[in-house]
């Protein structure tokens, strides 16, 4: 199996996990185009991963999102952000920050956080 699929198997059972015990049910999603891109709605914005070089990239998308998870994913990654996913350099915009992470605990944890913010 190649590292998206992979991926993919891991976040649908995490899914499940998480679906069965939470009062939020989240639903996993993955891009067609670019199928590397996968991740969770269902509860505040959407919670992108994305397979890497050294395990995942966890990204946070939507500005309210990013104001309830950003303080958990610094505590839970020990740092500031890798970057950012979508930038826009015309209007010094930068949305979607990312943590690299190569322990899918840490996927877990955040999926897990994730699940629990209000819309």
Not at 8 to 32: C, G, P, Y
Not at 67 to 75: A, E, G, I, L, R
Request: glycine share 6%; proline share 3%; charged share 25%.
């Amino acid at each position: 199996m190649n590292p998206i699929e992979i991926l993919k198997n891991l976040l649908l059972q995490l899914e499940a996990e998480i679906n069965s015990t939470s009062v939020h049910k989240i639903q996993f999603h993955q891009q067609r185009v670019r199928q590397n891109h996968m991740g969770f709605l269902g509860c505040n914005g959407r919670l992108w991963v994305s397979p890497s070089s050294v395990g995942y990239d966890i990204a946070l998308s939507g500005k309210s999102l990013e104001k309830q998870m950003y303080p958990f994913m610094q505590s839970l990654c020990g740092r500031e952000c890798d970057g950012y996913k979508q930038k826009n350099a015309k209007i010094g915009k930068k949305d979607s920050p990312f943590w690299r992470v190569n322990d899918f605990k840490l996927v877990k944890d955040a999926v897990l956080h994730y699940s629990q913010t209000s819309k």
